[in-house]
């Protein structure tokens, strides 16, 4: 955000850079395991272990907050201030600084990302001891929706273009929807577990298992949906 790029790591390590080739090392309260920084509302929010969150308007001066009662794990932040993390946890802020939890999925499945969309918000997460993935929606940003992820692998990143959200999991399967109610399972072979995935520049890119990476710059043809692979190496 603002020309500055923060990337988030283990025992407190942070990386700022303002070119995105240059990186300096920052280090954020040493005993917290950050697991993912978004820039929202004029600062960047980190999330991490034991409900720690952190807030900064430069990425390099950090003030640390906390959502009252909430000691969960936290691994992933959108833009518009919602927080996902483990135990069914959803925080929601409306500044940004103070948090505060919204919503817990009832079976404490684990929520591993959460995306702003067209139609509303995503959380996607894992399957716990159900026979599908833990998948909501938010269209009104107060009430999380249940909905049919169609699939017990883990929901490992969602991320939202096109007109289309997009969650992607183990063994190159991935969901689509256009409309926050709908989801297609689809797989691809060849394609590993996909890690993460983001919208940016008009084309998704997604990462995986083994170096592999997934570009994606179409609407959804009647066909599926599939990601052309990029070298991992030049």
């Known amino acids: 955000g603002e020309g500055i790029y923060v990337a988030a790591g283990t025992n407190g390590m942070t990386l700022r850079s303002l070119d995105g080739q240059s990186w300096t090392p920052n280090i954020v309260s040493p005993s917290v395991g950050w697991w993912a920084a978004t820039y929202t509302g004029g600062k ?56 505060a939890l919204q919503f817990r999925d009832p079976s404490g499945r684990a929520f591993s990302a959460v995306t702003p969309g067209a139609l509303g918000y995503v959380a ?46 183990d063994n190159g399967v991935y969901l689509t929807s256009t409309n926050l109610t709908t989801w297609k399972y689809a797989t691809q072979s060849g394609v590993p577990t996909l890690r993460s995935v983001i919208y940016t520049r008009g084309a998704f890119f997604a990462a995986g298992a083994n170096g592999y990476i997934g570009v994606r710059t179409y609407a959804e043809p009647p066909a599926g949906f599939y990601f052309d692979e990029e070298p991992t190496s030049q």
Not at 130 to 146: C, F, I, M, Q
């Open 44 to 99: 960047f929010v980190m999330v991490g272990s034991g409900g720690t969150i952190a807030t900064s308007t430069d990425g390099l001066n950090w003030t640390l907050r906390s959502a009252p009662g909430v000691t969960d794990m936290l691994f992933g932040v959108s833009p518009g201030n919602y927080i996902v993390g483990a135990n069914g946890a959803i925080l929601n802020s409306t500044d940004g600084a103070n948090w």
């Open 124 to 169: 996607a997460g894992d399957n716990g001891t159900a026979d599908r993935s833990v998948l909501y929606s938010n269209s009104n940003g107060s009430t999380w929706t249940p909905q049919n992820s169609t699939t017990a692998f883990d929901l490992n990143s969602v991320a939202f273009g096109l007109d289309l959200y997009l969650a992607v999991s």
